[in-house]
């Protein structure tokens, strides 16, 4: 809520608002005498027994295994310690000193200790609920609540989070303001029950009837192929196999000598020994790569819920960290479907919706794990319920001047490679051989312009536009058309040479510009005409466009 809108702005108060949605100021938003209520104690006890338990490390090592008390062996363990202690000391600060209501209109919260912070969102601006809970919080029954309203602050966050709630309070907080109910009288004044359908066996809360969901998507423990393969099972393994070898060297072992004895290139040569090691590597990122994936998750759903307003898209998944995110059906704009290059011979698929509210970062985006291709395109046809889906009509290829754009740059990527090289190598600085470097990012690039062009395509089905594009990430994107809100016609002076266009349409969603680049000139005003009815139109000359391409074209204004 801005101060146009409504709200009654004191002088001197500091106010925030950068779309309308949330508020924040040092006074109070509104002068509602709903109470304020606190977070749940428990999360003290939370932070103490977390408190404990980062201590336990150091205990361990210094009177049980007897590791040399000196700060070369035992930083570690003090860091871990300490870092503990003052994190449960901040949050046991926030507890005391945090509160939060709901009224009919809003969710305010206030917290800080020497400036106090007040933050406002208008329920009628909420996009999302999202529900999370860490083994600890689950182990306690308590819940982290993030509001989302379409607000990023500088610092990443949510536009308004409970850290934290009881269960049955975050159930209802979320059923209320989803629902759009009248806001509680107060806070709960007995000790919770656990009723019947309260939480489920995977920690989520919710009403037990499941009789009204749409169930679009379940787990498919086959899906972890599509998630262990990949430049981060590398990464995931080296991190592991380091703090394994400085965990038992800690501990007065040393791994490094019994490695070098057993498998040294002088003792079992060197395809062995590289052999191996690329076969460890691979086995524990692997290993890490599906422990992560189970865990991430573990009884994923993705399903349509009805409400009293409108239908929330819900995903619930989680095996020691729960969450659930809902999303206003209102608010979806379109969705993209992204293929990995590297993966892209598995058929792996990421699937986001294109929504508004929702950071892009955030990962509330996301409505499928990473899995096959087929999958991806079903979903998302029953997420927008179009029918035909987006993905039944065969996209219209680029002429092969699009082509021969990709090839050009390409050539200029290897010969500026090449001259870099020759440049390097009559100074010196490298051998004579690295002008071969050269002619391997010429074959390269090469290759790349010809995957790219092959990913373009674009094409309407009934109400929505799809265009695809991208190397790295050939990514698909299914747009409403009445979403767009700005439609834009781009040529650079190679494009205007070849006769091409770049086709960008415009929404208040996602990435805010989805393109379908060098499009043919005597195709691109047809298409972005059919793509966003309406917006073009007034700005056209009224006579018909000449056949002729090379003569004067009818264009925007």
């Known amino acids: 809520m801005t101060p146009q809108q409504g709200a009654e702005v004191e002088p001197g108060a500091d106010a925030q608002a950068a779309d309308g949605n949330v508020l924040e100021r040092e006074v109070p938003v509104t002068p509602d005498t709903a109470p304020w209520l606190r977070l749940d104690a428990r999360v003290i006890w939370v932070d103490v027994a977390q408190s404990l338990l980062s201590l336990t490390p150091a205990a361990v090592a210094t009177w049980v295994v007897g590791v040399d008390p000196t700060w070369g062996a035992m930083w570690p363990f003090v860091l871990v310690a300490v870092l503990g202690v003052i994190g449960a000391a901040r949050d046991a600060l926030r507890w005391a000193f945090t509160r939060y209501r709901v009224t009919d209109e809003h969710v305010e919260r206030r917290t800080g200790i020497v400036v106090r912070r007040y933050r406002s969102v208008r329920r009628d601006r909420i996009r999302s609920i999202d529900v999370t809970a860490r083994l600890r919080h689950r182990l306690a029954g308590l819940r982290v609540v993030l509001i989302g309203a379409g607000q990023q602050f500088s610092a990443g966050e949510s536009a308004l989070s409970l850290d934290a709630l009881h269960r049955d309070d975050a159930a209802a907080l979320r059923r209320t303001l989803l629902s759009g109910e009248a806001a509680p009288p107060g806070a709960r004044t007995a000790p919770p029950t656990r009723t019947a359908g309260s939480e489920g066996p995977t920690g989520f809360a919710g009403p037990a009837d499941r009789s009204t969901e749409q169930v679009i998507a379940r787990f498919r423990p086959s899906w972890v192929v599509y998630n262990v ?26 791994p490094g000598t019994w490695i070098q004895r057993n498998l040294s290139p002088g003792e ?7 052999g191996m090691t690329l076969g460890a590597v691979l086995a524990v990122g692997t290993v890490a790569r599906a422990a992560g994936y189970f865990s991430t998750h573990w009884r994923f759903e993705l399903a349509r819920v009805p409400g009293d307003d409108s239908t929330q898209l819900r ?16 608010r979806i704009r379109g969705a993209h479907v992204s293929e990995p290059v590297l993966w892209r011979w598995l058929g792996v698929a990421d699937t986001e919706v294109i929504t508004t509210g929702l950071s892009i970062w955030s990962g509330s985006t996301s409505i499928l794990p990473r899995g096959p291709l ?14 035909p889906g987006p993905f039944s009509r065969r996209l219209a290829p680029h002429p092969p001047a699009a082509l021969r754009r990709r090839l050009w740059w390409a050539t200029v990527v290897g010969a500026a490679v ?27 690039a090469l290759a790349s312009a010809v995957v790219a062009y092959r990913a373009l395509g674009h094409t309407i089905v009934g109400d929505h536009l799809v265009v695809r594009s991208g190397l790295m990430s050939r990514a698909t994107t299914v747009l409403r058309r009445d979403a767009v809100s700005t439609i834009a016609l781009r040529e650079s002076i190679l ?55 090379s003569a004067d074209r009818p264009t925007p204004q």
């Open 268 to 274: 079992v040569g060197w395809p062995v020994t590289i």
């Open 495 to 549: 494009q205007r040479r070849l006769g091409l266009r770049t086709v960008s349409a415009m929404t208040a969603a996602g990435w805010g510009v989805y393109e379908a680049p060098d499009v043919a000139v005597e195709e691109s005003l047809a298409f972005a005409l059919e793509a966003a009815p309406g917006l073009l139109e007034p700005f056209l000359e009224p006579h018909d466009p000449p056949q002729d391409a």
């Open 418 to 444: 090449t001259g870099t090289s020759g440049w390097l190598a009559s100074n010196g600085a490298v051998p004579v051989t690295a002008l071969w470097w050269g002619a391997a990012s010429w074959v390269v």
């Open 315 to 330: 995903t619930r998944q989680g095996l020691l960290t729960t969450r659930e995110v809902n999303r206003d059906e209102r």
């Open 229 to 254: 393969v990949g430049v981060w099972s590398v990464v995931a393994a080296a991190g592991l196999l380091w703090g394994a070898y400085w965990l038992v060297a800690m501990f007065g072992l040393d």
């Open 374 to 387: 087929p999958v991806a395109r079903r979903v998302v046809g029953e997420v927008l319920e179009m029918s």
